[in-house]
C-alpha cells in the first residue's frame, strides 16, 4: 500500500511529541498490514469530511486520511480532535 502525506499532515505531524509520533508510527505499520484493523477504529467521518475517514493513535490523537483506490491512500491531517475543524 502507498501511503501519500498531504503538506498539511507533515508540517502537523512534526509538531507532535515524540511519544505520540512513535505510537503514530505503530499505528500506521498496522495501518500498513490491515486498514481495517479493530484497534485502530477506523470510521467514516460525516459533514464537512464526509469522503475521508478517521483511525485513532491513541484515545486523543487521530488521523485523518482518504482511500484514492485499493493501493493508494492520502493522510490528510493528523492531532487531537481540533484536525475536525
Not at 508540517?11 to 485502530?40: G, H, M, S
Amino acid at each position: 500500500m502507498q501511503i501519500i502525506y498531504s503538506p498539511k499532515f507533515v508540517r502537523k505531524y512534526k509538531r507532535l511529541l515524540d511519544c505520540v509520533k512513535d505510537k503514530a508510527e505503530k499505528a500506521e505499520q498496522l495501518f500498513r498490514a490491515n486498514p481495517f484493523y479493530p484497534a485502530l477504529k477506523i470510521h467514516k467521518l460525516t459533514g464537512k469530511f464526509k469522503n475521508f475517514y478517521s483511525f485513532s493513535i491513541d484515545y486523543k490523537y487521530r488521523i485523518i486520511f482518504e482511500f484514492e483506490d485499493r493501493n493508494t491512500v492520502y493522510f490528510h491531517s493528523v492531532g487531537d480532535h481540533s484536525v475536525y475543524q
